[in-house]
């Protein structure tokens, strides 16, 4: 018997002194005792946490959640929607959805003092986890921009829906005033990579270096597009959860193939719901004909609700690759100001 099984069957009690005196050396079974003592209490704190964690019980604030629905303007019923559209302008919509997360919602939190380092974004007032806003026109954008890479016919759309204002873009603008081939080969390069994320394969280079306008024809054949920076038609709701709860990663190291030190998150649990609602208001086409007019509506609605149901599955929020923030959408509902009837698959006309 070696000395570690030696004393591990000491540990183990029913031994006589006579034989721990003759058979090891106190010193070594002393370091041995702390050693273990160290390694018990570890995997017994660990083990503590993760059952603190694991059998906390989440925390619901339905009635507070939809307190804050109300103050931020979502809609309670289809009757506020319909009265709501009817005072847009023509071929303004509004788009709702209820959605139930199917895995864990994270959103950096900016609070200073609290208990958790890792704590999820909340609503200031009411203090419910909330998605903003603005992370669902990036959520979004980011799937649309992936539409876009697979037809570059949808780039007006994403440009009415989400608008032209970035850097890249206000580069280009100054590359056509310029007039100067060199100058616009860049912009024109510059905005498809880092403006719109096109993968751009050696043939796509080779078009835009011989003929930069053409490939700029080929994203919209509306010059009007490339005119000015404006803003989105779409304005994005934030969203408010019912739910809050804990989750714990557990990174392990790449030796050892073991994990020492799990991250603590406080997160939005899968079976959270929440309402998604979109409005889109055409306030830079007063001047074009109602038909089309129309026509660009229904277009841009069809692309935004199936941008809605990609990011669906791809995810909102943080730690969207280890596959959190994915959810269902159910009561899809839009409401359209005037015209006639438009139909989305899947999506039910109020």
Not at 208 to 226: E, G, Q, S, T, W
Not at 242 to 252: R, Y
């Amino acid at each position: 018997m070696d000395g570690r099984r030696y004393f591990e069957y000491i540990l183990a009690g029913n031994v006589k002194p006579e034989d721990l005196k003759y058979r090891s050396d106190l010193s070594d079974y002393y370091n041995f005792c702390k050693l273990s003592s160290r390694l018990n209490n570890k995997v017994k704190g660990l083990s503590r946490l993760r059952e603190s964690f694991t059998g906390s019980k989440q925390l619901v604030f339905t009635p507070v959640s939809r307190l804050a629905q109300n103050r931020a303007g979502i809609f309670k019923d289809t009757r506020e929607m319909q009265k709501y559209v009817k005072k847009l302008p023509p071929c303004s919509f509004v788009l709702t959805a209820d959605i139930t997360l199917e895995s864990p919602y994270f959103s950096q939190n900016d609070e200073d003092f609290y208990l958790l380092d890792n704590n999820v974004l909340k609503e200031h007032v009411f203090k419910v986890p909330m998605a903003t806003g603005s992370s669902w026109k990036g959520a979004l954008a980011a799937s649309a921009k992936k539409l876009v890479k697979e037809d570059l016919g949808r780039f007006p759309g994403f440009a009415r829906i989400w608008g032209t204002g970035s850097n890249e873009f206000r580069e280009l603008l100054e590359a056509l005033k310029k007039n100067r081939k060199e100058d616009l080969t860049g912009a024109v390069i510059s905005y498809a990579l880092f403006g719109l994320g096109l993968d751009l394969k050696k043939e796509d280079l080779t078009a835009i270096r011989k003929d930069p306008a053409d490939y700029m024809r080929k994203l919209a054949a509306d010059a009007n597009v490339f005119a000015q920076p404006h803003k989105g038609r779409a304005i994005f709701y934030s969203t408010f959860f019912n739910k809050l709860s804990f989750e714990v990663i557990n990174p392990h190291d790449r030796r050892r193939r073991a994990g020492a030190n799990p991250i603590n998150y406080e997160v939005v649990p899968a079976g959270a719901i929440g309402k998604l609602q979109v409005v889109y208001i055409p306030y830079d086409a007063v001047l074009l004909d109602f038909d089309t007019l129309w026509k660009q509506a229904g277009e841009d609605l069809g692309f935004l609700c199936e941008v809605i149901e990609r990011t669906a599955k791809e995810g909102i929020g943080a730690k969207t690759k280890l596959g959190w923030g994915s959810f269902r959408l159910s009561e899809k509902k839009f409401c359209i100001a005037g015209g006639t009837i438009i139909s989305v698959e899947g999506w039910d006309k109020c």
